[in-house]
């Protein structure tokens, strides 16, 4: 399904993502993350969908937005746990694996992993460079049902102001050893200690740990999963993806001005 005029497709593939690009490269290596985390998925029977921009750009433009560079998918708390017993630190098909805080020191999230490549490097300008795995990536967003709010918002505080504002503005290595500590104290025993509130509901939301995502929905929105077509394959989507669009971004059909659209900065190296 694409909502979009196809000239204007065509216009916007031509000014952001034109074949042989560098961001077209990425994009379609993008793509065979994505493939095997489906295959991955399947074999294990478990559930994920595609998420934010990704889920976005397969239903207005069939594809990438054209000047997206990475790809976001959402997992049930209980099958990402799976999924990192299943892929630990190994490396699969010779250059992929799984970025979590068993596999990765420095890895500073509580509610997301990331899938890499391991012959790519996404590059991105920040004051914190310490991550052991940089290659373009799938980013897997942990979902529940459901923790409150008010314990999501204090996890999420904590992270912002004591772990990522000083790792991204500052570039005291003593600073960023301690946000390091105080991370994994937050991880480990803070967040284990706030999910004893979590209670059953048919309401889903990211996990506790996401420090910028407020976005809740009713199970019927997302379950039972379809498919949906990206970039000529099919993969998992929510039940209404429409709704589901509408409730991140309101009005999601409309292509952004130019001076609106917001890239991630980010330049890639192919190994």
């Known amino acids: 399904m694409s909502v979009i005029n196809t000239n204007i497709q065509s216009k916007l593939n031509a000014k952001y993502n034109p074949e042989g690009s560098d961001l077209r490269r990425a994009q379609l290596n993008g793509i065979k993350l994505l493939e095997f985390i489906d295959r991955i998925c399947t074999e294990n029977n478990l559930k994920y969908w595609l998420d934010s921009g990704t889920l976005l750009g397969a239903m207005r ?33 010779g250059h992929i694996m799984l970025q979590s805080t068993e596999t990765d020191d420095y890895y500073i999230h509580s509610s997301w992993i990331t899938l890499r490549d391991l012959k790519t490097e996404y590059v991105v300008e920040t004051n914190f460079n310490e991550s052991k795995f940089r290659g373009l990536q799938i980013d897997i967003f942990m979902v529940d049902n459901k923790s409150p709010y008010v314990s999501r918002k204090f996890i999420a505080l904590l992270n912002k102001y004591f772990v990522e504002l000083p790792l991204l503005r500052f570039k005291s290595k003593i600073l960023h050893r301690c946000s390091f500590v105080l991370f994994k104290l937050i991880d480990r025993h803070i967040v284990p200690l706030f999910r004893i509130f979590k209670r059953e509901s048919d309401v889903y939301s990211r996990s506790i740990g996401c420090t910028w995502y407020k976005p809740e929905f009713k199970r019927d929105i997302l379950f039972p999963l379809k498919t949906i077509t990206f970039e000529n394959h099919e993969f998992s989507c929510p039940n209404d993806s429409d709704k589901y669009l509408q409730i991140i971004y309101g009005d999601w059909m409309t292509v952004p001005d130019d001076k609106d659209i917001q890239t991630h900065n980010a330049t890639f190296k192919f190994l």
Do not use: C, N, Q, T
Not at 65 to 73: E, Q
Not at 81 to 86: D, F, G, R, V
């Open 61 to 93: 433009h069939g594809g990438f937005i054209p000047w997206d560079d990475d790809i976001d998918i959402s997992m049930p708390r209980e099958d990402a746990l799976k999924l990192k017993k299943i892929m630990g630190s190994k490396v699969f098909d």
